[in-house]
C-alpha cells in the first residue's frame, strides 16, 4: 500500500467525499470491532450504505490505500480516513444551552471514542450552574471566553432556544471558535473563516413526511387515516417552528 503523494495531498476533496468520510469511519469500526482486519470495496460500500464505486472514487482522493486481490486493510484505512478528517487528536468542545437536548449531547458517548472532548458545559440560567450533567459541572455563560483562552476551544455546540443561538454564535466567534456545531433552529451569520455545521431534526422529519405522501400517492393504504392532514399542518409556515 502507498501513501499519500505531494500531488494527491494538494488536491482539493469535495465537499460530499468529506461528508462521507465520517461515514466510512464508522463502517471500518464496526468492522474493526467484528474482528475482520480486511475488507473489500463491496463490502466495505455495503457497510457504509453507498455504492462501490462512489467509495473507491472517494478514497481516491486520499490515496492508494488498497490492494488488488486482497482489498483494505481495514486498521490502517481507518487510521488514513481519521488523520484525513483531524480526529486523531483531541478536540476540546464547548456545548451551550444545557436543557434537554444539552443533557444529551453532554451524556453522548460517542463525542469521545471519535476524538472529542467536552470540556465545558454553559448556560445562561444561572440556577443550573453547578449542577452535574455527565460528570461534567454546569457553568456560567459569561465564562465562555475565559474557558475557550485556557482550553484552546476552537469548536463550539449551539444547543439554545433559537431566540438566543445569534447571540451565543457571535460571542463564541469574539472568543475565538471558529467552527460551530448549531441545533438551533435558526439560520446562523458568521464572518468568513468561521464553519457551521446547522442540525435541524424537525427537517429531518418533514423531509420523511414528504417520502411517506409520496409512498401514499401510489399506496393509499400505507398511512395512517389523518396522517395527511396533520402533515399538512405541521408543514404549514403556522406549524413550523
Known amino acids: 500500500m502507498s501513501s499519500r ?3 494527491e495531498s ?12 465520517p461515514v466510512y469511519l464508522r463502517a471500518l469500526t464496526g468492522l474493526t470491532e467484528s474482528g475482520i482486519a480486511t475488507c473489500s470495496s463491496e463490502e466495505l460500500a455495503t457497510a457504509a450504505g453507498v455504492n462501490s464505486a462512489k467509495l473507491r472514487k472517494d478514497l481516491s482522493y486520499l490515496g492508494s490505500y488498497g490492494t488488488r486481490g486482497v482489498g483494505y486493510d481495514v486498521e490502517y484505512l481507518t487510521y488514513q480516513i481519521a488523520r484525513e478528517i483531524g ?19 453532554a451524556n453522548y458517548s460517542g463525542f469521545r471514542s471519535r476524538g472529542f472532548r467536552v470540556v465545558a458545559l454553559l448556560d445562561a440560567d444561572l440556577e443550573r450552574a453547578g449542577q452535574e450533567v455527565a460528570g461534567i459541572a454546569v457553568r456560567p455563560f459569561d465564562e ?49 473563516g468561521v464553519d457551521v455545521r446547522k442540525v435541524d431534526l424537525s427537517i429531518e422529519l418533514q423531509i420523511l413526511a414528504y417520502h411517506e405522501q409520496r409512498k401514499a400517492a401510489v399506496d393509499p393504504g400505507s398511512v395512517p387515516q389523518g396522517a395527511v392532514g396533520s402533515s399538512a ?9
Open 5 to 7: 503523494s505531494s500531488a
Open 10 to 21: 494538494a488536491r482539493e476533496i469535495p465537499e460530499a467525499t468529506i461528508a462521507r468520510l
Open 87 to 105: 480526529v486523531t487528536q483531541d478536540w476540546p468542545v464547548v456545548i451551550v444551552g444545557i436543557g434537554n437536548l444539552g443533557h444529551a449531547l
Open 144 to 192: 465562555l471566553e475565559q474557558i475557550v483562552a485556557d482550553n484552546a476551544v476552537a469548536i463550539g455546540v449551539i444547543a439554545t432556544p433559537a431566540a438566543a443561538a445569534q447571540s451565543v454564535a457571535d460571542r463564541m466567534v469574539a472568543s475565538g471558535i471558529t467552527s460551530i456545531l448549531n441545533f438551533a433552529p435558526s439560520v446562523l451569520t458568521v464572518p468568513a
Open 233 to 241: 399542518a405541521a408543514l404549514s409556515p403556522e406549524g413550523v417552528s
